[in-house]
């Protein structure tokens, strides 16, 4: 290792996560730091210091390192919060279901679900999805003005289609969405992080019971008589994996509702371009996707020594990969702070890259295309009643997005 960057990793580390001065911007220290320091030491909330990696090269490249691992068990493994050990044992529930593991066992239990979100399923889907959005914006032109876009469509949409695809009471929505957003915001008092965790708990506990007694023709019921052959899950993985399908399912795709239609909305000639030819919209999806990752970083650790890029990375340290910092990497995206709707990149990494790859992207791709052009072309006046800077963003959530978004018409 250089002089230089030995005298860089014995400087303070600065504080992560990183504010944004822009909120449809990652953070300005993204830039910096992947110019002069791709890889550098960070202070987490929880006073763990973790490797930052913001360089697109090197993200991709330990996405496919299988020395770096999704375990949670490891201690190195970059932590958030502060989370205490009674609540730990019901986050690893969630976690050791498939996003906390590695290969094998991660391959095995992934290749259970891949049949449910192929491209041939998702297609076969879209009628229903098409159905679904076309009833919440009858809803949203039937109700008072202004209304709340998060709340009418933003939500509805993603939450009915998993809920539906899952076999979840779409009228629990109330209450695991409130317990979900307590578990990942990292505002939350630990002792309410706790209570909505058990409480989230015991109710997918209740729901896959039940199911186990009385399989349905839904994701899960399908799963699960699988299951009875393959035996690859355990009752309590499988209430794990509900959450994760289940919060997956609708905070990613909701938040990217929000975010590209408030931002096609302050950039009227923007919009033009999907409102002009609604086929361009799907090219337009991957840049809206690219442009504002919601998904900004994923925790990894290593289990051996890494040299890459002048640093080595030792065993038993951990890492935040920036998916945010690396979709704006100019060495791979030409201008990539300037949204470019007909850019069409697909080789951004928002949804993930290598085995960890977001296993619902064909159903999220669907759900945001299926809005975005019902949307704009039913109502084209559609227009933020409050300016950009005074809606209310997730700075402290786990997946970005705006909380609410006053609109009318």
């Not at 229903?128 to 876009?149: H, T």
């Not at 009227?268 to 409102?275: C, D, M, N, S, T």
């Amino acid at each position: 290792m250089t002089d230089a960057k030995a005298s860089q990793i014995t400087a303070e580390p600065p504080a992560f996560p990183m504010s944004r001065r822009c909120p449809f911007e990652p953070p300005e220290q993204y830039a910096e730091l992947r110019k002069e320091q791709p890889i550098a030491r960070v202070t987490l909330p929880t006073g763990q210091l973790a490797w930052l990696v913001t360089r697109y090269e090197y993200v991709r490249e330990l996405l496919m390192d299988p020395r770096m691992s999704s375990n949670r068990d490891h201690k190195g493994t970059p932590v958030m919060f502060p989370i205490p050990e009674r609540t730990r044992r019901v986050f690893d529930v969630y976690g050791k279901s498939l996003i906390g593991l590695d290969p094998p066992e991660h391959t095995r239990r992934r290749k259970m679900l891949t049949s449910e979100f192929t491209l041939q399923r998702v297609r076969s889907m879209r009628p229903r999805i098409q159905q679904i959005v076309d009833e919440c914006i009858d809803g949203l032109l039937a109700g008072s003005r202004p209304v709340d876009l998060v709340q009418a469509l933003s939500l509805p949409v993603p939450s009915r289609v998993i809920c539906e695809l899952l076999g979840v009471p779409y009228a629990d929505r109330e209450f695991f969405q409130g317990c979900t957003a307590m578990m990942v915001s990292r505002a939350t008092a630990p002792s309410d992080r706790h209570r909505a965790s058990e409480q989230l708990r015991k109710y997918l506990d209740e729901l896959v019971t039940a199911k186990e007694k009385a399989p349905g023709d839904d994701l899960f019921g399908r799963l699960i008589a699988r299951n009875e052959q393959e035996r690859v899950f355990t009752h309590e993985t499988l209430i794990g994996l509900a959450f994760l399908l289940l919060m997956g399912g609708y905070e990613t795709t909701a938040s990217m509702i929000s975010l590209s239609v408030a931002w096609l909305l302050e950039h009227p000639q923007q919009l033009e371009v999907i409102r002009a030819d609604p086929t361009a919209t799907n090219a337009a999806l991957e840049e809206l996707l690219r442009y504002f990752s919601v998904f900004d970083i994923m925790p990894r650790v290593a289990l051996a020594d890494i040299e890459i890029g002048g640093c080595v990375i030792r065993a038993g340290e951990g890492v935040v990969l920036g998916f945010g910092a690396a979709n704006r990497d100019d060495e791979v995206f030409e201008n990539p702070d300037v949204m470019n709707l007909r850019r069409g990149d697909r080789n951004h990494v928002a949804l993930g890259y290598g085995v960890h790859q977001c296993l619902g992207q064909n159903l999220a791709r669907a759900e945001l295309e299926i809005v975005l052009n019902t949307l704009f072309a039913r109502i084209p006046d559609l227009r933020l009643t409050v300016p950009v800077s005074e809606l209310s963003f997730k700075k402290d959530a786990g997946i970005y997005g705006i909380n609410e978004i006053p609109v009318s018409w």
